[in-house]
């Protein structure tokens, strides 16, 4: 299957400290889109990114594209207990069928 | 709107016994269809996928199978659990390519 490789795997963070996860891929995606699971649940939208070099904003959420479309971001500023969960990344390449998802990244954060 | 029920929510099940777990969504018609299994603190693996009724692509060879009777029905199978089909097993629909996908509460299966 499409490789989407996302680092680190676990994150812990101080609350109001900052959080980076990041998606690799080997091939140009097509899209890109980022999720949230929260223990115990299942993984929720928060945003879709399509452009090459695109960048969102979701309040102290930042998202953002690479320009080759083979990796992206997502950025978390001054965290809250609030942001505890596991972030995906996900993406269908140019198969418009298949999904897959990255490894995930789990956030802890100690208040 | 449009809403996906998966059952049940936790099982228990001995190895060598079978397993049907059912997935249904309501309020859309011709969904792409996903079955995901997610070990304990592990990411989500595709398992099988559906665009139509009848037809499944499977991703990773194994004990489980998964069929599509009708356009808003996905089920996932086994003839016989291993230990190793523990695990939280997620049902996932999306209307297009480039929407998001929406996922059931997910089943716990624990294989004793």
């Known amino acids: 299957g499409q490789q989407v490789m996302q680092i680190p795997q676990y994150q812990h963070v101080q609350e109001g400290e900052d959080f980076t996860t990041y998606c690799n891929s080997s091939?140009?995606?097509?899209?890109i889109q980022w999720y949230k699971q929260r223990p115990g649940g299942h993984p929720v939208f928060l945003i879709q990114?399509?452009?090459?070099?695109e960048v969102k904003k979701q309040k102290r959420l930042t998202f953002q594209f690479g320009e080759a479309k083979k990796n992206s971001s997502l950025h978390i500023t001054a965290t809250q207990t609030t942001d505890v969960g596991t972030y995906f990344c996900?993406?269908?390449?140019?198969?418009?069928?298949?999904?897959?998802f990255g490894s995930g990244t789990k956030l802890n954060v100690k208040p | 709107s449009q809403t996906i029920h998966q059952w049940p929510a936790t099982l228990v099940q001995p190895v060598g016994s079978p397993l049907s777990l059912e997935c249904t969504v309501e309020?859309?018609?011709?969904?792409?269809l996903y079955w995901y299994r997610q070990a304990a603190g592990r990411g989500l693996q595709l398992l099988f996928y559906?665009?139509?009724?009848?037809?499944i692509s499977s991703e990773v060879p194994q004990n489980l199978s998964a069929s599509r009777p009708q356009d808003r029905q996905f089920i996932l199978s086994s003839k016989k659990l291993l230990l190793s089909d523990s695990g939280f097993y997620l049902c996932?629909?999306?209307?297009?390519?480039?929407?998001?996908?929406?996922f059931g509460q997910g089943t716990r299966l624990t294989v004793v």
């Open positions: 996900a993406s269908g390449g140019y198969n418009f069928n298949k999904f897959y």
């Open positions: 091939t140009t995606l097509s899209n």
């Open positions: 990114l399509v452009k090459s070099g």
């Open positions: 309020g859309t018609s011709n969904p792409n």
């Open positions: 559906s665009v139509g009724i009848g037809q």
């Open positions: 996932a629909w999306r209307d297009s390519y480039n929407t998001e996908a929406f």
